[in-house]
């Protein structure tokens, strides 16, 4: 059982890029799990204790997600940051296949693979979480991020666990290459 101290949810909603008015709007969200870190301040070559449960998590952030953003979830990522007492691995062990597969369902599905990163770091520590197309890695117009700063959190011996996801693509995107619209075949990298 993961036990969370609290949910955090960032919702950004740009209406203008440079003069150009955005239709529709970009909302891009980010909510993140205030969680207890079982492994701070000790090794064990066995995370089981994070991996196992994470589905859970992966369940209720993944709700929370797909409420906030309030529209179809076109692009999705997933981030986490441990405290000083924790390790980077242990960030990783919270974002593998059990959380993200959870995540999957609650946006409707996705076949492209899941951006992540993770650091370790003290209270306030920010971190850019990394958006890219549910369906297509290779769509670049949902290369995109959010950035994530929570004051008081994470403690030495907690993580936080990030989902984000985005309603479209970047605003005035003209760089060309597959559009999300020409996406053909299961992989979803055609």
């Known amino acids: 059982m993961i036990e969370v101290r ?3 949810t960032i919702i950004e909603t740009v209406v203008r890029e440079t003069g150009v008015e955005v239709t529709p709007p970009l909302r ?6 205030v969680v207890k870190n079982p492994y ?8 089981g204790e994070i991996v196992e449960p994470s589905s859970q998590l992966g369940d209720q952030l993944g709700k929370l997600l797909v409420e906030a953003v309030g529209a179809p979830v076109q692009s999705y990522g997933k981030a986490a940051i441990a405290g000083t007492n924790g390790e980077v691995e242990h960030t990783h062990a919270f974002l593998t296949s059990m959380m993200a597969d959870r995540l ?9 693979w899941i951006s992540s990163t993770g650091k ?7 971190i850019d979480v990394p958006l890219a ?8 117009s949902h290369y995109d991020t959010i950035t994530v700063t929570i004051p008081d959190a994470p403690e030495p011996d907690e993580v936080v666990v990030i989902v984000a996801g985005a309603n479209r693509g970047r605003p005035n995107f003209r760089l060309g290459g597959l559009k999300l619209e020409n996406i053909k075949g299961e992989d979803g990298l055609r």
Do not use: C, W, Y
């Open 6 to 8: 609290k949910f955090i």
């Open 40 to 47: 701070a301040g000790r090794f064990s070559q066995d995370l």
């Open 28 to 33: 891009k969200v980010a909510v993140a799990a």
């Open 104 to 112: 999957r369902e609650a946006v409707g599905g996705g076949k492209a």
């Open 133 to 140: 197309s549910k369906d297509a890695l290779f769509v670049r």
């Open 120 to 126: 370790r770091g003290p209270m306030g520590t920010s």
